[in-house]
């Protein structure tokens, strides 16, 4: 069931991605003014309460479609599962990498059609670990709760980024710490699809001796292992504070053109997505 619903979900949010986008410009914003509000800067503890009071009320308000106002109905549950996920999905970010790749064959002369290094970074970091990590814990928790719960942190641990406040970041800890634990086990399995679908050695050699040193704390799995099993150069070596890191370098080698580059990172980002909806559908024929 859980399979269908994400296969259902993926169409979804391709078909309209730029409505559904709407929305999470919206979430955006929301989440924006209430970091920007006295009630977190006051007592940042009341913010974690809020995030788990939010939780709980949306599986309420769930609670209550299903039960009273669709009646348990298997179709209508199952088109509501579908628009939720589809809602949280946000495909936008994969489309905009497609594309700028077909745009580049067509029109080569526009620069600004180029799908940077930054884009195709965040389309295997950022992109991916909102969509896998929602797969991940709809899967592993009943309904749509654990989705809801990833998402939730996901929204907040990204409104706090973007404030760029180091302030009001050592104030919420606590809500770092958690989405980190919410994201620890799905990178894990993320990065070791994507030495599976694609460059296997380079990826793990990227993963274990790079991605350490990378300095880029959250998103070194998922970088570092993508870059490698692109068999991309993944980045040149620097110092920093005495220190060896690495900084990605996606699409940029001088054997590889920037439309090619867009086009092998979808086509891994998409066998990376059938792989998982592979394991899943043969782990909920085994349960």
Not at 69 to 87: E, M, R, T, Y
Not at 202 to 216: E, H, I, P
């Amino acid at each position: 069931m859980e399979v269908f619903v994400i296969i259902g979900a993926a169409i979804c949010g391709w078909i309209f991605s730029d409505q559904l986008n709407q929305v999470r410009l919206s979430n955006d914003r929301l989440f924006d003014q209430f970091l920007d509000s006295d009630f977190v800067s006051a007592k940042p503890w009341l913010f974690m309460i809020f995030l788990s009071t939010l939780w709980v009320v949306f599986l309420l308000i769930i609670l209550v479609i299903t039960q009273l106002i669709f009646q348990k109905s298997p179709p209508l549950l199952f088109f509501l599962d579908v628009l939720i996920l589809a809602i949280m999905f946000n495909f936008s970010d994969v489309r905009r990498v497609t594309c700028s790749g077909d745009r580049i064959k067509i029109e080569p002369s526009l620069p600004h059609y180029y799908p940077s290094n930054q884009r195709i970074a965040q389309l295997f970091s950022i992109t991916a670990s909102r969509i896998f990590g929602l797969m991940f814990w709809y899967c592993l928790m009943p309904g749509l709760s654990g989705a809801i719960l990833f998402f939730i942190s996901l929204s907040a641990y990204n409104a706090l980024m973007r404030t760029y406040s180091l302030e009001t970041v050592s104030r919420s800890q606590c809500l770092v710490v958690t989405h980190f634990m919410l994201t620890w086990l799905p990178h894990r399995c993320l990065g070791l699809t994507y030495a599976l679908v694609g460059d296997f050695e380079t990826a793990m050699r990227c993963w274990r001796d790079q991605g350490g040193q990378s300095g880029l704390g959250l998103w070194r799995t998922l970088l570092s292992a993508s870059g490698g099993a692109l068999n991309m150069q993944f980045g040149g070596a620097s110092t920093a504070n005495g220190k060896e890191i690495f900084t990605p370098k996606f699409g940029i080698s001088e054997h590889l053109s920037l439309d090619q580059a867009a086009t092998r990172s979808v086509a891994l980002f998409l066998r990376s997505f059938l792989l998982w909806l592979f394991v899943l559908f043969i782990v909920d024929i085994l349960i």
